[in-house]
T-cell receptor
Framework: DQQVKQNSPSLSVQEGRISILNCDYT??????FLWYKKYPAEGPTFLIS?????DKNEDGRFTVFLNKSAKHLSLHIVPSQPGDSAVYFC?????????????FGTGTQLKVEL | DTEVTQTPKHLVMGMTNKKSLKCEQH?????MYWYKQKAKKPPELMFV???????INESVPSRFSPECPNSSLLNLHLHALQPEDSALYLC????????????????FGEGSWLTVV
């Protein structure tokens, strides 16, 4: 049972354009969401997070949007840069009781082309 | 400094060997984690330590034995592994696990690539 889903395994975007990565979840207890970026042979690197009491959080080129009613979140990267090419995982945790036990999505491979 | 250091980066071991993976963080974090990641799959939680005590064991086989000698160190002892245990093992840490009122971020190390032959 995949509680966090990233339905697009890959995404290709031109440099300078916007990248939009999507994530859906099924567990209504999830109340905290994170995006991680992962290069091959490295551990995931934290990018940005959002609490369920918000619908938007912004940090530089990265913005995360949360639509609780649709159980959907998205990560916007603008402008996209070649160094953004990596696998992006969304992750979710539940409170109370879930602490920081993260459930990860399956990942989206982003390729930013020149 | 948001750094979690894992050693070794690569490990090849036979099915009868005993080896250990090590993890260290100096961020004062009180929660530490072991995750396992297979190719093209998301990381999967194995163990969580909170304040040096095992808080979560996600039904991991006993051939994997975690140890938290102090708040900065986390080990994963490996014995009698199977080839299907070959994967990237990720250590992570965060400020606190039990205090869920304040959400915090989990920081990952670069991982240890394990190959069981």
């Amino acid at each position: 049972d995949q509680q966090v889903k990233q339905n697009s395994p890959s995404l290709s975007v031109q440099e300078g354009r916007i990248s939009i990565l999507n994530c859906d979840y099924t567990n209504s207890m999830f109340d905290y969401f994170l995006w991680y970026k992962k290069y091959p042979a490295e551990g995931p690197t934290f990018l940005i997070s959002i609490s369920s009491i918000k619908d938007k959080n912004e940090d530089g080129r990265f913005t995360v949007f949360l639509n609780k009613s649709a159980k959907h979140l998205s990560l916007h990267i603008v402008p996209s840069q070649p160094g953004d090419s990596a696998v992006y995982f969304c992750a979710a945790s539940a409170h109370p009781g879930g602490g920081n036990k993260l459930t990860f999505g399956t990942g989206t491979q982003l390729k930013v082309e020149l | 400094d948001t750094e979690v250091t894992q050693t070794p980066k690569h490990l090849v071991m036979g099915m009868t060997n005993k080896k250990s993976l090590k993890c260290e963080q100096h961020m004062g974090h009180r929660a530490m984690y072991w995750y396992k990641q297979k190719a093209k799959k998301p990381p999967e939680l194995m163990f969580v330590y909170s304040y040096e005590k095992l808080s979560i064991n996600e039904s991991v086989p006993s051939r994997f034995s975690p140890e938290c000698p102090n708040s900065s160190l986390l080990n994963l002892h490996l014995h009698a592994l199977q080839p299907e245990d070959s994967a990237l093992y990720l250590c992570a840490s965060s400020q606190d696990f039990e205090d869920a009122a304040e959400r915090d971020t989990i920081y990952f190390g670069e991982g240890s690539w394990l190959t069981v032959v």
